[in-house]
């Protein structure tokens, strides 16, 4: 055998199997189809691959699932959770969970453009953590560990020139993701300057967008971790009845035997995993935190910009923070205060009327499972304001969107009342 066949031999068939990928990734064909079983693992799975994707969140939302957006209070899968006592009380919905640790307005926003035709004139739960607004705003690293091309792509595919379309520009490319790709982050530059995207940058997008949907239906459904496990398992230890009576007597036991070795309230794993030994060193710790003035205003007003493109009906969830803990580490009152006031503010002002305040039952007991996540008798409130919202019809929305809270005056505003009250 000579020495150009034996080479082949060796490298022919990678040659082979990347032809036949790109083929794969190139063919129009949509070839995926997602199992049932597929739907419900990935609908508690918080993967990264079914966030940043398509396949799986457009075909289960265009079913009975409903995306719970938000960030690592998710994760907190007790058995009173959202997507607990809707397979246990088989409610006409299942929450489809979108969010995790690190998660916040410009990635939330960005995972929206997967799923725009699922959304429109439909409804949704968005929990806004008040730790998101912190004044360097989204932290660069979480943004990118979450950032997707394909909702990228999918964004700019339909393309128009807006405020909105201007200032989420402007802030991908104020994150290193946004130059990731050279010739996504001259479109970008073009939009932010509100100019029209070429022929050929549309062809670009065609063939990115071909790609990267092929990618999406060939890798969602890997690994999708062990929730679904969780989920079963609160299932049994929910009591038959889903009165609020017996719903608050299970969290409250469950409550009180997952916080016997310490006197915050906090769950004992998380105690003893993160806190044990360090409580004293961290009094006062959280004293000089601000959540008042942050870019974050401007990012959560794409995402309240984008439920109204889609005519959304929306129920924002406002969580406390455990009361115990904040005390301790001398976070400031007030100033919690002020940052959900400025929150309401923004959402009540634009027809946002679908709020659930629970940013003052951090004391109640078995409320928060650890220093700021919702836990059992917290999942139960939650639930009261989550049952009767998806049991009533769909209400036409009317939002009125106020482009100056793209502003920097908005982010870096004193939310005194006075300021909130004469701010136009």
Do not use: C
Not at 112 to 118: E, L, R
Not at 173 to 195: N, T
């Amino acid at each position: 055998m000579n020495s150009s066949k034996r080479l082949w031999l060796i490298i022919g068939p990678v040659i082979t199997a990347f032809i036949l990928l790109l083929l794969l990734l190139l063919s129009p064909i949509n070839f995926a189809h997602n199992s049932a079983a597929t739907e419900r693992r990935a609908a508690v799975s918080l993967a990264p691959q079914v966030f940043k994707g398509r396949q799986i969140k457009e075909q289960a939302l265009a079913g009975k699932y409903v995306p719970f957006f938000g960030s690592s209070e998710l994760s907190r899968m007790d058995p009173l959770h959202p997507s607990v006592l809707a397979q246990k009380y088989h409610r006409n919905y299942r929450p489809f969970l979108l969010g995790a640790a690190g998660t916040q307005s410009l990635t939330l926003y960005y995972s929206m453009q997967t799923i725009d035709t699922q959304m429109k004139n439909k409804k949704a739960v968005f929990v806004v953590s008040p730790q998101w607004f912190v004044p360097q705003g989204a932290r660069p690293d979480a943004f990118g560990f979450y950032y997707s091309k394909l909702q990228t792509v999918d964004w700019l595919q339909s393309i128009q020139n807006t405020a909105m379309n201007r200032y989420a520009a402007k802030r991908l490319l104020e994150m290193p993701s946004g130059h990731s790709d050279h010739a996504i982050a001259q479109m970008l530059h073009k939009v932010a300057k509100g100019k029209a995207l070429s022929n050929y940058n549309r062809l670009q997008l065609s063939i990115n967008a071909l790609i990267l949907t092929h990618e999406d239906q060939l890798f969602s459904d890997y690994r999708l971790g062990h929730n679904l496990s969780k989920i079963d398992k609160g299932v049994k230890q929910l009591p038959d009845s889903q009165s609020y009576q017996a719903l608050t007597k299970t969290a409250t036991k469950l409550g009180r035997e997952n916080t016997t070795n310490n006197n915050l309230g906090i769950k004992n794993s998380f105690y003893n995993s993160r806190l044990r030994g360090h409580v004293k060193a961290l009094k006062g710790e959280q004293s000089n935190f601000d959540y008042r003035q942050s870019p974050e205003y401007s990012d959560f007003e794409l995402v309240l910009n984008q439920f109204a493109k889609t005519h959304t009906d929306v129920l924002f969830i406002l969580p406390p923070i455990n009361e115990r803990w904040a005390k301790d580490t001398g976070l400031n009152r007030t100033m919690v205060d002020e940052t959900n006031n400025k929150i309401k503010q923004q959402l009540a002002s634009q027809g946002f009327n679908n709020v659930l305040d629970l940013s003052h039952d951090g004391g109640q007991p078995y409320f928060m499972e650890d220093t700021i996540h919702l836990g059992w008798n917290g999942w139960v409130a939650v639930d009261k304001g989550v049952r009767p919202f998806m049991a009533a019809k769909h209400q036409k929305v009317n939002y009125h969107i106020n482009t100056r809270y793209y502003s920097t005056d908005w982010q870096q505003l004193d939310p005194t009342a006075q300021n909130l009250a004469t701010f136009k």
